[in-house]
Every structure is written in C-alpha cells, then in structure tokens.
C-alpha cells in the first residue's frame, strides 16, 4: 500500500507527528512518501491508495501561508473515493483550535475524496508517551480503514 503525507510546520510539531505516522505506516509495510505541502506534486498524489495531509493553524483559525496554494490546487484534482485523513497541531491559547485540521477535511470532502471521520488534533507536539501513541493509534486506524476501502477507490 501506498501513503502520500503531505504537512506544513513551523516550529516542528506537526513535522513530528507526520514523523511518527510515517513510522507506523512503515512498520505495516506500507510505502510511504512524506513531503512539505508546498513541494508537493498535485497530479501524483492521486495515485496513491491513502493520503495523510497535516497542518498547523495559523492565527485565528486560518490556514499557513505556504499550505494555501496546494488548498486551492486540490480544485483541479480528481479526488473520487480517494482515502484522505488530516491531522495537525495547534495551541488552545487560540479561539479556534486546530481549525486547519478542519478546513483541509471539508475541502477534501468537496473535492470527492473518501475522508476519514476522525481527524488528529494535538496540543503543540507529540512530547508525551500518550500522545505519540494517540499518534500511532491514529495511523493504524487510518491503515485499517484505507485497507478496508480498497475496493472503491479510483485511480485516475
């Protein structure tokens, strides 16, 4: 199986977390490719069988500077039935936590990707034993899933 893991990070913490699920993902077997958002190639994300997309939330809510050109690149794509989770970081200090996490959920769900109902929404980093194995917990629950919805997914 295939994992795209596509993040943004300013201070290392969602980096951190897209560090861990890409170990997890690898420990299944999975091939997995980990890339900063504004790097990304848009067309080849499609071909894979699973994507993981973290961000951290800038401000009020809103989403990073370099994560906005691929938000609005996701328009083109052809997402049908492609399994997509998001995850990210955030500080509580802020009104709306983690509010990128969200954003990217609905956009991909707009865009017809097959999205994951639960999303990974962490206090700053992965510092703590339970939260990296929250972040574990997570990876294996998305493997599972994506293993399960196999069967309808699309390659364009």
Not at 17 to 43: P, R, W, Y
Not at 95 to 114: I, L, N, Q, R
Request: contains cysteine.
């Amino acid at each position: 199986m295939r994992i795209f893991i596509g993040y943004v990070s300013m201070s290392g913490n969602t980096e951190d977390i897209a560090n861990i699920l890409q170990d997890e993902l690898h420990a299944k077997g999975c091939e997995v490719v980990s890339e900063c958002l504004d790097t990304v190639d848009m067309e080849e994300i499609i071909t894979f069988n699973g994507i993981l997309i973290g961000s951290y939330t800038w401000g009020d809510g809103d989403l990073p500077y370099e994560a906005e050109d691929f938000y609005e690149e996701l328009d083109d794509l052809k997402l049908d039935s492609i399994p997509v989770a998001c995850f990210g970081s955030g500080d509580h200090a802020y009104p709306k936590f983690c509010a990128a996490v969200d954003t990217f959920a609905h956009k991909f769900k707009s865009c017809g990707a097959e999205v994951y109902n639960q999303t990974l929404k962490m206090e700053f980093g992965p510092e703590t034993n339970e939260q990296e194995l929250e972040c574990r917990e997570f990876a294996q629950t998305f493997y599972a899933w994506v293993k399960k919805t196999e069967g309808n997914i699309h390659h364009v």
